[in-house]
């Protein structure tokens, strides 16, 4: 799957089990957004696109809709199977889904678009959904108005390189006079809670820049994220963390 980027492909295979631990669920008012915003219900033909291990697409299950899962990264199937045995898992890349034409009433990307936001995706988006077919484009944001989000940033920053980030902005470019309706955007305040090694630790040594990187380095951003564990003021001795987010989740619908 050449269409894969490299940070995405390395790093997803070899710490799909630290993502699974690590990242965050979404808030619970995102459910009335899927079935109000997205009209997402009983017998809904749904697709997650770059669904990872399914966390998201748990949710989607849970409306009762029809849902089939695309994820092109084995070590990410394997997991997404296991949570959820009862979905179809394709093995396929945004540009070309494994899809027929027009067969899809939602089509959701969870932390996912980002990586595969361009004019080649967009369109085969536009080929799989139904008319009036609905785009779902969610990402959970870290509030870096909090100083110890902002300081894990500046620590894994530095090793991004190349790899497509949601917070440059760069995602927007395909959408513009392209084949679906302009985006809405809907937002939830959101807390990852749970140990410092979970919501910190697990949680960006599962990026995928940091997962790809060599084993020495990655072990340097793992000490100096627990060097910031063990002494601000706000994570020293805490047994649980609250890490703060705010989850943007975006519409748009397919032009005809």
């Given amino acids: 799957m ?19 631990r690590g990242r965050p669920e979404y808030p619970t008012q995102i459910a009335g957004w899927l079935s109000d915003t997205l009209g997402i219900g009983p017998g809904t033909a749904v697709v997650d696109l770059g669904a990872g291990t399914g966390k998201f697409t748990s949710l989607l299950v849970a409306t009762g809709a029809q849902v089939t899962a695309i994820e092109p990264v084995a070590a990410m199937q394997a997991q997404l199977a296991r949570r959820l045995p009862q979905v179809a898992v394709l093995t396929g890349v945004a540009e070309r889904m494994p899809l027929a034409d027009a067969t899809v009433d939602v089509l959701v990307c969870a932390q996912a678009f980002h990586w595969f936001a361009n004019d080649a995706a967009l369109a085969d988006m536009h080929r799989v959904l139904k008319p009036g077919g609905r785009l779902g484009l969610v990402w959970n944001v870290r509030d870096e108005s909090v100083d110890w989000v902002a300081e894990i940033t500046r620590i894994i920053t530095p090793h991004e390189g190349n790899a497509p980030r949601y917070y440059k902005g760069e995602w927007r470019r395909p959408f513009a006079g392209g084949p679906f309706a302009p985006l ?14 979970q919501v910190i630790l697990d949680r960006f040594l599962s990026v995928s820049f940091i997962a790809a990187l060599p084993a020495a380095e990655k072990a340097g951003v793992a000490a100096r994220l627990q060097a910031l564990i063990d002494t601000h003021p706000a994570l020293a001795g805490c047994a649980e963390i609250r890490f703060p987010y705010r989850t943007e989740a975006y519409r748009a619908v397919r032009r005809d």
């Fill in 2 to 20: 050449t269409d894969i980027h490299d940070a995405a492909r390395r790093g997803f295979s070899s710490e799909a089990q630290t993502y699974e």
């Fill in 184 to 197: 809405e955007l809907t937002a939830f305040e959101h807390q990852h809670v749970g140990s410092a090694k």
